[in-house]
């Protein structure tokens, strides 16, 4: 049966704040403090659990190994004589952000009725460049059945693509033909726009997506330069649904009257400015919630903590819900801890739309596989992680251990190496 699943990043050991994302504000203010990773992947392990008692099918990535010791060799030096910089960027856990991932094409969209997956290359940010190759291991096993699916490497550098974070797909119901949309920047003020449309157009070719049905829209300046580094920051789409905020796109009415005219169907639920600000919005990842279709077929939100202690933001989805607004319910998670690294519920997962039979069986989760994760990370992910921890040699034979555990609890084998 074909349906969405969402595959969530596990967050991995080496989790820290070393504030490496430029542009992303959380990261940034929360540079230097003390990290929890074992707090932050039980977090991330709630919110799963708590998709599939909604009835929601839910995948899951395995954390990457860190340090990236291969990537260090690339550059001539080891995790020993790193500079402190190189280090930190070899330690990060950023692959969490399954949403950027890839980008994914249903079957019902593309040419050879396979589900098309691009692989993200994410080359503007030095801590995020070496994540794709393990990314793409991972997903050629989780999608291994090439009748079902089709994974392609990721677009050559220099176009910069940051994967589903960037994309949204609009549709009568996940598994009718539907609308791609491909968010691009320009400019951005202080901060660099990440998703180049040379990157976006070359994905929608090589996914054999109808021009008529695909559509690429430019992200607006202000919400670049407010800290929306990504689109998922300010826009979510979701069946036919796009929840958006009024200042996300650079020609918003343009966008709008082409999505109505590609799908008429479309119900567009747009936030205004003077309800709730872009800082607001930013601050609270309202936009970064996962927006999901129930079993009962009612639109729902699964939203950080940040977003009801934001009190615009709560007034404003009280009042949508209350006046029989599309989306009727309002599930709140603590996600602090992923939260303050510059991700929410929408950063932790990527949507695929395919058959689960399809799927590798290793990568799909149930109750019980969340327990054996859980066990897993109570006693082997480091409990906090200072920025002085980064430099220790035991932190590092930590976080490859707790790894690797991990791999053996799961029966993934093929991903306990050092290089991809």
Request: contains cysteine; charged residues 20%; hydrophobic residues 45%.
């Amino acid at each position: 049966m074909i349906t969405e699943i969402n595959f969530d990043g596990i967050v991995g050991p080496s989790h820290n704040y070393a504030g490496l994302s430029l542009g992303n504000l959380a990261s940034a203010r929360n540079t230097g403090k003390i990290a929890r990773p074992r707090e932050a992947a039980l977090q991330g392990i709630s919110k799963m659990r708590a998709n599939l008692e909604r009835g929601l099918p839910q995948g899951l990535f395995l954390p990457q190994r860190r340090p990236d010791e291969g990537w260090l060799r690339q550059l001539g030096t080891t995790i020993e004589e790193a500079s402190p910089a190189l280090r930190a960027n070899a330690l990060s856990a950023s692959s969490m952000w399954a949403a950027n991932a890839g980008t994914v094409s249903p079957a019902t969209d593309c040419a050879d009725g396979r589900c098309h997956i691009t692989v993200a290359n994410l080359v503007t940010m030095p801590h995020r460049s070496h994540e794709w190759r393990e990314t793409l291991a991972q997903l050629l096993l989780a999608f291994a059945d090439e009748d079902a699916f089709a994974v392609h490497a990721p677009v050559p550098a220099p176009f910069g693509d940051e994967g589903a974070a960037n994309h949204m797909r609009l549709c009568a119901r996940h598994d009718a033909p539907g609308i791609e949309v491909f968010v691009y920047g320009e400019t951005g003020g202080p901060f660099p726009a990440r998703q180049h449309r040379e990157a976006s157009e070359a994905i929608a070719r090589r996914h054999g997506l109808d021009p008529a049905r695909t559509v690429f829209a430019l992200q607006s300046p202000e919400a670049i330069a407010a800290g929306a580094f990504h689109n998922d920051v300010v826009a979510v789409a979701n069946e036919r649904v796009l929840f958006t905020h009024e200042q996300a796109f650079a020609d918003k009415d343009a966008l709008y009257a082409e999505l109505r005219a590609k799908l008429p169907e479309i119900e567009i639920v747009e936030v205004p400015a003077h309800a709730v600000s872009l800082a607001d919005a930013i601050t609270s990842y309202l936009f970064n919630a996962q927006l999901v279709t129930l079993p009962s077929g009612e639109a729902a939100l699964v939203l950080p903590g940040e977003a009801r202690e934001t009190p615009a933001v709560w007034n404003w989805l009280e009042t949508h819900v209350a006046g029989n607004g599309l989306i009727r319910q309002l599930f709140v998670h603590d996600l602090r801890e992923s939260m303050a690294n510059g991700g929410g519920p929408a950063c932790l997962r990527l949507r695929v739309v395919a058959d689960p039979a399809d799927v590798d069986p290793r990568f799909l989760a149930t109750p019980e596989k969340l327990d054996a994760i859980a066990a897993v990370v109570e006693a082997h992910w480091p409990e906090t992680i200072a920025p002085d921890d980064l430099a220790r040699p035991e932190l590092w034979a930590q976080c490859i251990a707790a790894r690797a555990a991990l791999c053996a609890a799961l029966d993934l084998p093929e991903l306990d190496r050092d290089s991809f």
